[in-house]
């Protein structure tokens, strides 16, 4: 079993929302930086969104302005709040937790944008 679990991953129509959650445990929130990335079957993922243990956010240009990471302690979950999807943002989101020593990487959940 992976230390990361993400769910939240659906179908949706461009131009609509979805909201990613990844959720792992007390200690790792408390220390880890997490991360969004996005695969497409036969190529690397590529980061789209960051936050570290203290709450700084960074993101990849593409999705600036339309993705939002944030996370609750309490609940030991990261979320990804999604909006104007488009087609091209469709692949799988997997969650990244990390630090010096450590690199834990979830299965990931499946989004899907259509026309």
């Known amino acids: 079993q992976v230390p990361v679990v993400e769910s939240g991953g659906g179908l949706v129509q461009a131009g609509g929302s979805l909201t990613l959650s990844c959720t792992g445990s007390?200690?790792?929130?408390?220390?880890?930086?997490m991360e969004w990335y996005h695969q497409v079957p036969g190529k690397a993922h590529d980061l789209v969104a960051g936050?570290?243990?203290?709450?700084?956010?960074e993101y990849a240009d593409s999705v600036k302005g339309r993705f939002t990471i944030s996370k609750d302690n309490d609940k030991t979950t990261v979320f990804l709040q999604m909006h104007s999807l488009k087609p091209e943002d469709t692949g799988l989101y997997v969650c990244?937790?990390?630090?010096?020593?450590?690199?834990?990487w979830g299965r990931g959940t499946q989004v899907t944008v259509s026309s």
């Open positions: 007390r200690s790792m929130f408390g220390r880890y930086h």
């Open positions: 936050i570290t243990s203290g709450g700084a956010t």
């Open positions: 990244r937790a990390y630090e010096v020593g450590v690199d834990w």
